[in-house]
Each structure stands twice: as structure tokens, then as C-alpha cells.
């Protein structure tokens, strides 16, 4: 489905940075090859994802929810000196794939793919991360969220995609589905938690930035 009406998201890509060669690659390469090409970030998130990297500047990053690594690559972009991205997949048929543009391109020492599932990656972490950006299972978000905490540094940020999940979390709740209903807890979860101040941006299917202002 679209997001956005033809015509705006058409707008917004005109007037966004090109994506970089590499990733229009990667982009193009997911839509031939991979199943549910979809779930890809995309142009217009990913350099929103880039324009974020690029103001924090951060030293540690953990993405739960590879796919064929297109964020992964948008988040390596704006780390500082040293940085490392840490991203972790749970289907081990998208390895040689995600490894394979992750070498090519110019953030290749910077990313370390994790194969497994987040829920038991995680815990093996032992960084501190100034962003954790969920982009999994989506019944799991409330449990990342528990798992990241500790791990986030204070000032640091969680941020959550496709937490408008197509408009479904506007829907009466004994309409939902497991994965709205576990986005809107989550949500509300984030809302309730006073450590955190957080903005929703309808970009796209919904980014739930929360940055974390007490331990
Ligand atoms: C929406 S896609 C990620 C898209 C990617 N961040 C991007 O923008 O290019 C979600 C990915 O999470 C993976 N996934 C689902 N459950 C997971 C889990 N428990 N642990 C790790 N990865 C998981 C899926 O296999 C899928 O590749």
C-alpha cells in the first residue's frame, strides 16, 4: 500500500537527496530478488534515517531487523569516528545477500551482522547505544523495548518503525490484530514510561522516536 498520496510522496523524493548508488542498488536488487520487498526503508525513510544518523552522530548503533541491510547502511552513514552499527536478522537465507552490500560499501568494517533471533541477540550485547532502532517482529516491540532499555544511553534514542502500521492502530481494539495491538501497547508503553520524551512522525508507516532522559 502507499503511504502517502502518489503525488506528495513523488514531491518529497523530488525535493530529498538522490539515494546513493549503492543503496538505489541495493533498492532495486530487493524488489528482483528478495520476497516482500516492501519492508525495505526505502528512498525517502532511508534519508530520513541517513538525516537522523547524520544529527546524532552516533558512536553505537543497534538495529533489530536487517532484511537485506538498506537501513543498516542509511544509519552507518552519519556515525562518528570509530562508530559501529550492530544489526541483527533473524533469517539466515538474507546472510550472504546482506553481506555482500554491506562489503561493497564504504561502511563495510563499520556493520556487524548479527544472525538470530533479537530476542536472544540482544541479551549477548554487552555496548551501550546512543540509537536503537526497532524494525522486527512487531508483536516483540513492548519486549525490545524492556530488553534495549538498559542498554540505551541516557540521551540516546529508541526509535520504532511502522508503528502506524498502514492506519491499523486506529482501529477499535477488538479489531486489531496481535501486531496492532502490540504496536499500540507499545505506544502506550512509551507514553506511560516518564524516562522517556518521544515525537510519532507520520513518515511513511510511523517512527516513534523516543530519546531517553532519565536512567
Ligand atoms: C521490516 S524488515 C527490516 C527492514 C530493514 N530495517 C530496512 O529498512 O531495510 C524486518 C526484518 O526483521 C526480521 N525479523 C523478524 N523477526 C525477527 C527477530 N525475532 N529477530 C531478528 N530479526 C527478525 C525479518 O526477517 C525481516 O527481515
New binding site residues.
Partial sequence: MDFLPEDIEAYANRFTAPEPPLLHELNRFTHTNVLQPR???GHLQGRVISMLSKMIKPDRVL??????????LCWAEGLSDGGRVDT????DE?EPKIQAFFDRSAFKEMITLHI????D?IDGLTESYDIVFM???KV?YPNYLEKCFDKVKLGGYIIA??VLWSGKVTLPHEEMDPDTKALYAYAEQVQRDGRLEQVLLPVRDGLLIAKKISA
Avoid at 63 to 72: C, L
Avoid at 88 to 91: A, F, G, S, V
Avoid at 116 to 119: H, L, P, Q, S, V
Fill in positions: 519492508m525495505l526503508a538495529e533489530i531487523g536487517t532484511y537485506t541491510g538498506y537501513s543498516a541483527i536478522e533473524l533469517d538474507l538470530g533471533n533479537a530476542m541477540v524494525d522486527a517482529d516483540n518503525d511502522n
